[in-house]
T-cell receptor, first 109, second 116 residues
């Protein structure tokens, strides 16, 4: 089966950098996604990794190590609007998304 | 480009009542998904359609939940009868392709269901 772990909650300061980790176990793998979800809103796509390494997209970067079953989302120059939950989701061998519970990120001034 | 539309946004019902949710995906998107998201958890896939055919409904509680996508566009999800544990946000998503790894899913705003 599949299992995804990510921290429940993290706190960071405006202007700083934060790294949200995600570890997973799966028998089939077709990539890892990160989504952002503001309270009461739908998830929105942030990034997708299928090969090892770092994908950079503006202030957000996502890293994947398939051998370690590990990914992280890196947020730079944090802004108050970045306060949200960040969901890690892996795509299994059937191309279904298996979601983590999300990490609630709190940004303080 | 219009996004995924869902209605209603909020619904409060009593247990054992019935409820239906509606989803209009992004125009031209072949694949449509219904997810259940319980507070504090990630979304759980209930059913996936490609055009008007069901791709996966293995996690749909078929004794009380049903869904259809008759013309390969709009979809409805029904719960009959509702239980307290059905209280959740029901998210609809669509993707342009067949649901493969390059097929990004776009989510609607969700319907928040409260069962009393």
């Amino acid at each position: 089966g599949q299992n995804i772990d990510q921290p429940t909650e993290m706190t960071a300061t405006e202007g700083a950098i934060v790294q949200i980790n995600c570890t997973y176990q799966t028998s089939g793998f077709n990539g890892l996604f990160w989504y952002q979800q503001h309270a009461g809103e739908a998830p929105t796509f942030l990034s997708y990794n299928v090969l090892d390494g770092l994908e950079e997209k503006g202030r957000f970067s996502s890293f994947l190590s398939r051998s370690k079953g590990y990914s992280y989302l890196l947020l730079k120059e944090l802004q108050m609007k970045d306060s949200a939950s960040y969901l890690c989701a892996l795509m299994d061998s059937n191309y279904q998304l298996i979601w983590g519970a999300g990490t609630k990120l709190i940004i303080k001034p | 480009e219009a996004g995924v539309a869902q209605s209603p946004r909020y619904k409060i019902i009593e247990k054992r009542q019935s409820v239906a949710f509606w989803c209009n995906p992004i125009s031209g998107h072949a694949t449509l998904y219904w997810y259940q998201q319980i507070l504090g958890q990630g979304p759980k896939l209930l059913i996936q359609f490609q055009n008007n055919g069901v791709v996966d409904d293995s996690q749909l509680p078929k004794d009380r939940f049903s869904a259809e996508r008759l013309k390969g566009v709009d979809s409805t999800l029904k719960i009959q009868p509702a239980k307290l544990e059905d209280s959740a946000v029901y998210l609809c998503a669509s993707s342009p392709g067949a649901g493969g790894h390059t097929d990004t899913q776009y989510f609607g705003p969700g319907t928040r269901l409260t069962v009393l």
